[in-house]
């Protein structure tokens, strides 16, 4: 029987590439996150004034991590129908921050979910707000200011959209009448991150360059606005800058009066602790700007913004997504040197550095602050992309029809058949799987229902590679889940068989930090042991301190 990967026929498809297992174990993360994950707990618990350390979700990060991907703690096999090859796949973790794996997937379908189901065709391009450090401080760690700044930068935004095809439709003779709705919207991604693995609280906004009009029957109608100037930005961003900063003092008022102390909060008080006394000068960044770069700066806040792209070019509107949706950090740009952890950044940085280096617990550290905090949802919709929205559907029924292989669309047909009938079990209207759109008469609009994307399509899209299609030509099919905790005999034998560790790797545990070499005086014959002059023998025993000082 093969395993593993290995093929047991020689059978090939020159279309379809071999999947290989990704090994976590072998990488730099994992070894760090492996030999220092307990000395980091240990030394958050002793830095915090209540002794818990870093909260549990945090914890959870860093253990889920550890497990991502070994085939130790469990595995899923899957059997080609054909030749009998089979193929194990490890669990994963789905977390947000340290798995670059889970990020990429994730990255992955909520870009695929936005450009086939959600945006309609129009021109989109990227608007990026980054704010001072004295609210960037702020914002890395209360949550509720970063979705106040958020909902204020869009609503910014739209009113500029309006305004812009208002002067339009008057300057081609059609001026709208006074009240008329013009509906538009974005997709905001908050990025906690920057590029030297710090805390940088930004925001990245997918926005369209076009504004939507609702026609007595119902039905939208684009209305392209024109492409803002170098004023433009300069006018936005001061508007921005007036009204966040009264936010802020707004915010900072009422909270003062009503919440309680931050040292309450234990993530809190060790972020300030890591970063709050090597605080990046942000606002001495040069403010020169080249003309035309549709960039601007006023007092800290900088707005910037980028060409759009054309109405139809799906895939540039999906490297806009996947930018704002991106992981935090590269796993292959880490190496390790003289046991320290080296990071390449992607470009130079504006000071001329190329790479950081730091110890792997500071590098943990970092790492450990960059994970967002629970419930806090990274990417938001707004007006005509979000949920609440009543013209939602219809503006999802404005996206281009997505064309799907038929076998893909049989298995997809399959999973979620079941989901879509005991969902929609009292509706009255009849439900049609697969790539078709529905129809619901309460709006006379197509709707697209939302399931969740296979990972072997999300594979498929990044790689090119069909993990469910053998090299025969076959199809896999799953036969079996093996766990630690379940089955952990059967997992064993099965591991020992395809030649797999059969243990995971080991952790290393806490260790105590370095101590400081203190130059000592040599002892000579005359030197004595008395309480008002302590010297330290090397040959003597160490002395009693608790007894010393209570004298």
């Known amino acids: 029987m093969a395993t593993s990967g290995q093929g047991a026929c020689d059978g090939t498809d020159a279309g379809v590439r071999r999947y290989a297992r990704r090994r976590p174990e072998l990488t730099v993360l994992h070894r760090v996150v492996r030999e220092h994950k307990a000395t980091l707990f240990a030394e958050a618990e002793a830095r915090s004034a209540s002794g818990r350390g870093y909260p549990r979700h945090v914890r959870d990060e860093f253990d889920k991590y550890e497990r991502c991907g070994i085939l130790a703690y469990g595995l899923i096999r899957a059997r080609c129908q054909s030749c009998g090859d089979e193929q194990v796949a490890a669990f994963s973790c789905k977390r947000r921050t340290l798995c670059g794996s889970c990020a990429g997937r994730r990255m992955t379908e909520i870009t695929t979910h936005l450009v086939n189901d959600v945006l309609p065709v129009a021109r989109y391009r990227q608007w990026t707000l980054s704010v001072p450090w004295r609210v960037r401080a702020l914002l890395m760690v209360h949550p509720e200011l970063v979705g106040r700044l958020q909902r204020l930068w869009v609503r910014i935004l739209a009113t500029y959209a309006r305004r812009c095809a208002r002067d339009l439709m008057a300057v081609r003779g059609t001026p709208l009448p006074r009240g008329t709705p013009l509906l538009t919207g974005a997709v905001v991604s908050i990025q906690r991150f920057g590029s030297r693995l710090t805390i940088h609280v930004h925001l990245h906004g997918v926005v369209p360059d076009a504004v939507w009009m609702r026609a007595a029957d119902g039905t939208l109608s684009a209305i392209d606005v024109p492409a803002p100037t ?111 952890v080296v990071y390449a950044l992607p470009k130079p940085f504006w000071t001329g550095q190329t790479h950081v280096v730091m110890s792997p617990v500071e590098f943990l550290r970092r790492l450990a602050a960059l994970i967002p905090p629970q419930r806090f949802h990274c990417v938001r919709y707004h007006g005509l992309f979000s949920s609440a929205s009543k013209d939602r559907d219809r503006a999802c029924a404005l996206a281009p029809p997505v064309e799907e292989s038929d076998d893909h669309r049989e298995r997809t047909d399959r999973s979620t058949t079941h989901s879509l009938l005991r969902n929609h079990a009292s509706a009255t209207t009849p439900i049609t799987t697969g790539a078709t759109a529905t129809t619901d008469p309460e709006r006379d609009a197509p709707y697209r229902r939302r399931r969740r994307i296979e990972w072997a399509r999300l594979l498929r899209q990044v790689f090119a590679v069909d993990v469910l299609r053998c090299h025969c030509g076959g199809e896999r099919k799953v036969i079996a889940a093996l766990t630690r905790r379940q089955s952990p005999d059967a997992l064993r034998r099965y591991l020992e068989h395809i030649g797999e560790p059969a243990d995971p790797p080991p952790t290393a545990p806490a260790r105590a930090p370095p101590q400081t070499e203190l130059a000592f005086p040599a002892p000579t014959q005359a030197s004595t042991h008395t309480e008002e002059s302590v010297a330290l023998d090397p040959v003597d025993p160490l002395p009693d301190w608790d007894a010393h000082f209570a004298d």
């Not at 606002?283 to 020169?288: A, G, L, Q, R, S």
């Not at 770069?293 to 070019?313: F, K």
């Not at 509107?317 to 880490?334: E, I, S, V, W």
């Open 230 to 340: 170098d004023d433009d930005v300069a006018q936005l961003v001061r508007t921005m800058c007036r009204k966040m900063t009264a936010l802020v003092d707004r915010w900072q008022i009422a909270r003062g009066e009503t919440d309680p102390p931050e040292d309450a909060d234990e993530l809190t008080t060790l972020m300030k602790a890591d970063f709050g006394a090597a605080a990046p000068r942000i606002d001495e960044v040069p403010t020169e700007r080249r003309p035309g770069r549709l960039a601007a700066l006023c007092d800290g806040y900088s707005l910037e913004c980028r060409p759009n792209v054309a109405p139809h070019d799906r895939r540039g509107l999906a490297r806009l997504l996947r930018y704002g949706t991106r992981p935090a950090f590269a796993q292959d740009r880490l190496t390790l040197e003289n046991g320290r």
